[in-house]
């Protein structure tokens, strides 16, 4: 099990920045990937931004260039530092973790997926 607490969201005026932070605790050893998912009214849970195990990053193409996603040394905290904010970016910000364990001899890998509690961020005049 993992347990996800997130932290920074907020409103703030179109052109703000704003930091979200997720720590994870529990089972951080399996942690294979961290990141962040949104979802707008009335929209699905999309990707903004993740990072693998191995440091390998991706972004949304709407986001690149304006958040940067890091964690810190333990592995064991996620942040999404979120620049040039935009009325559009306007979502309920969840935390993303995948467990990745082998779970016999013959390195076969059971993944799990863990979701924070969701951080809203409002951009708005």
């Known amino acids: 099990q993992v347990h996800l607490v997130e932290s920074g969201g907020g409103l703030v005026q179109p052109g703000g920045s704003l930091r979200l932070s997720c720590a994870a605790s529990?089972?951080?050893?399996?942690?294979?990937?961290m990141g962040w998912y949104r979802q707008g009214p009335g929209q699905e849970r999309d990707l903004v931004a993740i990072?693998?195990?191995?440091?390998?990053?991706n972004y949304a193409e709407s986001v690149r260039g304006r958040f940067t996603i890091s964690r810190d040394n333990p592995k064991t905290t996620v942040y999404l530092q979120m620049n040039n904010l935009k009325p559009e970016d306007t979502a309920l910000y969840y935390c993303y973790v995948e467990t990745r364990r082998v779970v016999n001899v013959e390195g076969a890998t059971r993944t799990m997926d863990y979701w924070g509690q969701g951080t809203l961020v409002t951009v708005s005049s």
């Open positions: 529990g089972r951080i050893s399996d942690i294979n990937k």
């Open positions: 990072v693998t195990r191995s440091g390998n990053i």
